[in-house]
């Protein structure tokens, strides 16, 4: 196979904190945890200024 897990999400919550306003936007995610049965996700949303424009956190339960 290629590496990948099926998951189920168990949780996601998303903090909007500005909206675009012009030009592009750039999402960084992060692995935080990833190791039995779940693995935790955090990712941000910047605008080209590097402005902060949401924040969401995820639990994933690997089913395979």
């Given at each position: 196979g290629d590496g990948s897990r099926r998951t189920l999400t168990?949780?996601?919550s998303v903090s909007f904190m500005e909206p675009?306003?012009?030009?592009l936007a750039v999402c960084?995610?992060?692995v935080i945890r990833s190791g039995g049965k779940i693995?935790?996700?955090e990712s941000c949303?910047?605008?080209e200024n590097?402005?902060?424009l949401a924040k969401a956190?995820?639990?994933f339960y690997y089913i395979s």
């Open positions: 168990l949780s996601s675009v306003r012009e030009g960084r995610a992060n693995a935790v996700v949303i910047y605008d590097e402005t902060l956190a995820f639990e």
